[in-house]
């Protein structure tokens, strides 16, 4: 262990514990670290004659907490000088070098030049699978729309080509969707696509499915949903339009046909969880980077990152660590 700066011994004694101290805390036993590192560790930077790379540990660190908490590159860079518990869970120390803002930004580039976001949140899953937290036999999907900049103050003097304008309801929207498939059982994500905000919620369908499942929820955006299936025996359940049963006659057919709609929404409800998650814990509400590729390597990374989040209590009970305890030691 590297000797402990004056800040670091000072935030050691002190006795009460932040949010993001207790966040970290979590994340520490609930992330599959050795998964993460040995997935990246082949197409990571070995030492050489010239300067050493960080440890690929520090820097997989630095770049979930960019997600977890929105830091931009510049911000993470302070953010690693004046916050002690996010230098400690980077394993840093003031009394050591700390990665400047073009380290964190090459090693985002080299996740995107190996394409290896599919692939963290496919080992995540596979995490998850290992203690019994996905079950894969239904799935429920939806989409919710991400903003990006409309302005044309750019070097190009024009919208993000890979963006577009949808209507939903009597509001515009200008950005990009993220579709997601969820296991109905445990409300995890287990698949994810982007396009543009104007593709229709049912193209997505097909890609949306593992395969497996025996069961789909769905809303009304995804009415003929089956018939972009070529896999048969599922069975499907998709939202009634809300005109449809509103145009129907007061009757016992439409009071049946309304409580029935009403348990397909309690049952769909929890795909809303994981977007919850995204956008009002990690404050993901609109868009990072231009163009489609690097938007769509993050939403897979902060999806795997929910499904985390949504099942740290039972991660941390299987180990028995229910209020774990965060490392004060740089490392």
């Known amino acids: 262990m590297s000797q402990m700066s004056f800040g670091d011994a000072e935030y050691a004694g002190k006795r009460k ?88 930004l090459h090693f985002r580039h080299l996740l995107g030049e190996h394409d290896l976001a599919p692939k963290i949140l496919q080992r995540v899953n596979a995490h998850l699978c290992d203690h019994g937290l996905l079950l894969k036999r239904g799935s429920m999907v939806d989409a919710t729309i991400i903003a990006a900049p409309s302005s ?15 209507k939903k309801g009597n509001q515009y929207y200008f950005g990009m969707k993220a579709h997601i498939g969820v296991d109905v059982e445990s409300g995890l994500v287990h698949t994810v696509t982007t396009t543009a905000a104007n593709v229709a919620d049912v193209t997505q369908i097909e890609a949306l499915l593992h395969g497996q499942e025996r069961s789909v929820h769905a809303d009304a955006g995804y009415t003929g949903a089956a018939k972009r299936v070529k896999r048969k025996r599922i069975h499907w359940h998709i939202a009634a339009k809300r005109g ?35 956008k009002r814990q990690f404050g993901y509400v609109k868009v990072r980077f231009r163009g489609l590729a690097k938007n769509h390597a993050q939403i897979l990374t902060l999806f795997a990152l929910s499904n985390l989040w949504m099942a740290r209590k039972r991660l941390l009970a299987m180990t028995g660590s229910l209020r774990p305890q965060f490392a004060n030691g740089a490392g």
């Open 152 to 166: 044309t103050k750019n070097a190009d003097g024009a919208r993000d080509p890979d963006m577009h304008q949808t």
């Open 17 to 104: 514990r932040t949010r993001r101290e207790v966040f970290l805390a979590e994340m520490e036993q609930v992330v599959p670290w050795l998964a993460l590192e040995s997935l990246i560790e082949p197409v990571y930077p070995k030492a050489g004659r010239g300067r050493h790379p960080y440890a690929l540990q520090t820097m997989l660190r630095i770049h979930l907490m960019q997600n977890w908490f929105g830091f931009s590159d510049p911000a993470m860079e302070e953010a690693l000088y004046e916050i002690a518990p996010v230098r400690q869970f980077a394993r840093l120390s003031l009394t050591r070098a700390i990665p400047d803002e073009t380290t964190m």
């Open 244 to 278: 449809a049963i509103k145009a129907m006659k007061r009757s016992r057919l439409k009071r049946a046909i309304e409580e029935l709609e009403t348990l397909k929404a309690r049952i769909r409800a929890r795909v809303e969880h994981p977007f919850r998650v995204v």
